[in-house]
């Protein structure tokens, strides 16, 4: 049987990538799609999907090789989120989530942290969070106002995070903080789940990405060695920042499998369905709505795979690339799930029916990692930054603009 989304992407895989995406693909229809309902209703964390991704080494993708990762790609890397996406969102965030978590550690970490952490991140043994977010720090992320106060060789470090990811199941909490001895530079510490004043709170009810639960964390001074720093003092916002292009890059792929799957099911209901005395895909109107998410589904899967190869070389631009796919595949997610959620009629308003839980599961996409406002802002910004050091357009006269 062949697949409504073609497969061109996988011609730029190695042998051995498009073998794991391959496989995946296997675990996707036996397992993690038929799962994905059942994991959905129990929300919590999806161990079982987690164990299975660990087993198949699809959460080693994220590690270094000296750690048991793979190092994988962002090329192979989208493709298997971008297939777990298609079925189950909760399975792409345990994928997308490993990453976050532990990017800062791998890109920051002592050798001897990254000796004692890195192996058993990558074997789920251990479990991390990423602590960024505050109640008054959200798009606005530079006004954060956890302190870390220099204590001979510690930090004292006080403050409140909200919504974070597997804050309920981490060992170790990476927490973004500001210096209390300098407003301006950002710290990222490590910090034990059970050290004298971290509370955790109960796990806080969402609207959708169930099975992946989130909770707030408070700070009460607590103490740090500063050997648990990541980075260098200063480097906070950088770590993070490089832990959230990759973010970036896996929103926008999950959010392009959700889409692809919700065109898959409308697709397949336009088939089934007869209604005023022909097939529902048969009429022009369906057949142009098909056309048009297909179509715009094709154009944002070259635009993330773009940003993913541009991480992937290191290129400067590839933040600015991993801001533009992540704009575009989410907002188009939202848009492809609402349209194929109408064209299933009353049936995609059915809990049982995948598509309720694609809709529920295609916002978040919009809002985490920065939202699409922020997006827009960033990329705008910098168009307006870089037009004075571009090439004019030869069709201008010289001389300034206004003299038109
Ligand atoms: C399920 C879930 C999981 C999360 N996991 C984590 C995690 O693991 N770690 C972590 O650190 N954080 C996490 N977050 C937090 C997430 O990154 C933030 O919710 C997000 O950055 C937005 O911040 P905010 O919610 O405070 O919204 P606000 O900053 O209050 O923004 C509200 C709205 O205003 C819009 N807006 C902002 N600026 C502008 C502007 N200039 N112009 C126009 N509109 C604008 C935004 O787009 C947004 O829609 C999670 C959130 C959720 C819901």
Known sequence: MSRLFSDHFLAGLTPDERTLVEKLRTLCD????PAAARVAQDDVFAWDNFRLLV???IIATAFPREYGGTDSRQAVRIRLIEELGRVCSASASLVTGADLSTRAITAGASDEWKRRLLPGLCSGELQAAFGLTEPGAGSDVRSLRTFMKRDGGDYIVTGEKKFITRAGTADWLVI???SAADNEQFIAVLIHRDSPGVTISDTVPKLGWYGV???SIVLDGVRVPCSQRLGAEGDGFALAQDALVRARIGHA?????????AVEIASAYATDRNLFGRTLGSHQGVQWMLADMVTKLEASRALVATAAGKYDNGDEDAAIFASMAKLHATDLGMAVVTDALQLTGGRGF?????????FRDAKLNQIGEGSSEVHKTVIGRSIVRRIKDCDRNPALRDGPLTDY
């Not at 036996?30 to 799609?33: E, K, L």
């Not at 059915?350 to 839980?357: A, C, N, T, V, Y």
Request: without cysteine; aromatic residues 6%; charged residues 25%.
């Open 30 to 33: 036996t397992r993690i799609g």
């Open 55 to 57: 087993e198949e080494g």
């Open 176 to 178: 973004v903080g500001r």
């Open 213 to 215: 639960p989130i909770a």
């Open 253 to 261: 792929s999950m959010a392009l499998g959700r889409a692809i799957g």
């Open 350 to 358: 059915l809990q049982d029916f995948p598509l309720s839980r694609f």
